[in-house]
Nanobody, 112 residues
């Protein structure tokens, strides 16, 4: 089993920034992919960004150039730096490990 704990969500005005963190523990393997997904009210969960243990990244088109995913293999932690936030970014953000395990989510609200 893998446990994922997210932190860093909150409320911010449009144009602002937030940094999400996700710490993984349990049966962690050195080769893995971690990622962030989000689910807005009334919508399906969607990919935001992923990162492999080798540092390869993938982003949804809607966040390219604004969000940056990074990881610390030694700490089994992945981060999501979110800049130039828009109201459409409002959602519950979920951390994912190996396309299998999910965190409980952290709420990001972008509103003036």
């Amino acid at each position: 089993q893998v446990q994922l704990v997210e932190s860093g969500g909150g409320s911010v005005q449009p144009g602002g920034s937030l940094r999400l963190s996700c710490a993984a523990s349990g049966s962690i393997f050195s080769i893995n992919t971690m990622g962030w997904y989000r689910q807005a009210p009334g919508k399906e969960r969607e990919l935001v960004a992923t990162i492999t243990s080798r540092g390869s990244t993938n982003y949804a088109d809607s966040v390219k150039g604004r969000f940056t995913i990074s990881g610390d293999n030694a700490k089994n932690t992945v981060y999501l730096q979110m800049n130039s936030l828009k109201p459409d970014d409002t959602a519950v953000y979920y951390c994912n490990y190996a396309y299998t395990f999910w965190g409980k989510g952290t709420l990001v609200t972008v509103s003036s």
